[in-house]
């Protein structure tokens, strides 16, 4: 992966096995002199069923870079690809479908329906297109999650590791071809953490996802496969199989 060079690739992903990729993006809030560069011409690829943690100091474009990639925020140069499509272009409606039917999203704030069931909550992406579950997928997910004993409550009689279990089968149930996580561990006690990250992990080898996760937490990040350090909008550094250590080392060198 080339994090970020004077001689800029242009070209799409270099082969099929991209889930998602950047090409040269870049995103600046505001004009003139109150214009602010959060991302200055990232390039990456995501390997599908892989898993990345993508880190950075406060500020340094890493939920940008995942809201541009995700196609939740439209860069202000670059390319974004899902798949080998190229959703920088898309209209608003092609962006939408692409969304709602490539991409799986889990924020910290769980953005479950209080009026919903667990079960309705984890199958609203489907209703909403027209879908129906596959029945084998729902009940992997379900089952790994541990949470097919409460798919009749809703979100109130739920915990908060329970309900970002239920955030999570939302998520995959679709089966995107990436789900993006921004912080997915934030609001939630370090066993409850741990729990979610392994199925984040397992969700890759056994139902072949591809996962970016967004997380200001090593211990979080030593679950990927790899780690992507951001820093004033580039990336910097890249960690192989991280561990705590490593990561904790990398960030504290991005700050000396």
Do not use: W
Not at 4 to 26: E, Y
Not at 66 to 94: F, K, W
Not at 175 to 204: K, W, Y
Request: hydrophobic letters at 40%; aromatic letters at 4%; a neutral charge.
């Amino acid at each position: 992966m080339t994090a970020h060079s004077s001689a800029v690739d242009r070209s799409g992903p270099r082969d099929t096995t991209s889930a998602a990729a950047a090409r040269d993006l870049t995103k600046t809030y505001g004009t003139g002199d109150t214009a602010v560069p959060a991302l200055r011409g990232v390039t990456a690829d995501f390997g599908r069923a892989t898993f990345t943690a993508v880190m950075g100091p406060s500020g340094s474009g890493k939920s940008t870079f995942m809201h541009c990639l995700a196609g939740l925020d439209r860069p202000t140069g670059g390319h974004a690809y899902i798949g080998g499509q190229d959703i920088s272009v898309l209209g608003d409606r092609e962006l939408t479908r692409v969304r709602r039917d490539r991409v799986g999203f889990v924020f910290q704030s769980f953005n479950l329906l209080p009026t919903l069931t667990a079960e309705q909550n984890i199958l609203l992406p489907l209703d909403l297109a027209g879908r129906r579950a596959d029945p084998a997928r729902l009940a992997a997910v379900v089952g790994s999650l541990a949470i097919g004993d409460r798919l009749g409550h809703r979100p109130a009689e739920l915990s908060g590791g329970q309900q970002q279990r239920v955030a999570i089968a939302r998520a995959l149930v679709t089966e995107p071809e990436v789900v993006f996580a921004d912080e997915p561990t934030g609001a939630l006690d370090s066993h409850t953490a741990a729990t979610l990250l392994s199925f984040l992990r397992r969700s890759c080898r056994e139902l072949g996802q591809t996962i970016v996760m967004v997380t200001h937490d090593p211990i979080a990040a030593s679950y990927a496969d790899r780690a992507l350090l951001l820093s004033d909008g580039l990336i910097v550094d890249e960690l192989r199989e991280p561990t705590a250590d490593a990561v904790l080392g990398a960030m504290r060198r991005l700050a000396a």
